[in-house]
């Protein structure tokens, strides 16, 4: 499953919506984001810059920062998202992928269905 990810990932529909979403991005302000899972690596690189001054608690104002980008980003993720049918055009390309998988391997999905079912 692991791979059928990897590979959805890498399909040329996936680099096409996130290319679309991350212009989308751009445009909302946050120009260096090239997929959603780059919105995590900002922000978990934005905690640690924060918690790398060696402080035991971070001041108010730092965490108000953290919040306010976090809350910019996460708006603007969602209205890309929206904007783009990101979330229905990523879950077609991922069950095309799906299908395509249980298409190909549709013998060995039986035998160990039928394995399954015969140990119960």
């Given at each position: 499953?692991?791979?059928?990810?990897?590979?959805?990932?890498?399909?040329?529909?996936?680099?096409?919506?996130?290319?679309?979403?991350?212009?989308?991005?751009?445009?909302?302000?946050?120009?260096?984001l090239?997929?959603?899972?780059?919105?995590?690596?900002?922000?978990?690189?934005?905690?640690?810059?924060?918690?790398?001054?060696?402080?035991?608690?971070?001041?108010?104002?730092?965490?108000?920062?953290?919040?306010d980008?976090?809350?910019?980003?996460?708006?603007?993720?969602?209205?890309?998202?929206?904007?783009?049918?990101?979330?229905?055009?990523?879950?077609?390309?991922?069950?095309?992928?799906e299908?395509?998988?249980?298409?190909?391997?549709?013998?060995?999905?039986?035998?160990?269905?039928?394995?399954?079912?015969?140990?119960?």
């Amino acid at each position: 499953m692991s791979k059928l990810w990897e590979e959805q990932q890498e399909s040329p529909e996936m680099k096409k919506f996130n290319a679309e979403w991350s212009s989308c991005m751009a445009d909302a302000g946050h120009p260096d984001l090239a997929s959603k899972d780059a919105v995590y690596d900002f922000m978990n690189a934005q905690g640690e810059e924060a918690w790398a001054e060696g402080v035991e608690e971070l001041s108010k104002e730092k965490r108000a920062e953290l919040r306010d980008v976090e809350i910019d980003l996460a708006l603007a993720d969602f209205h890309c998202s929206e904007d783009l049918d990101f979330e229905q055009k990523t879950l077609a390309a991922q069950f095309k992928l799906e299908e395509q998988f249980v298409a190909e391997n549709k013998a060995e999905l039986d035998e160990m269905l039928a394995a399954a079912t015969q140990s119960k």
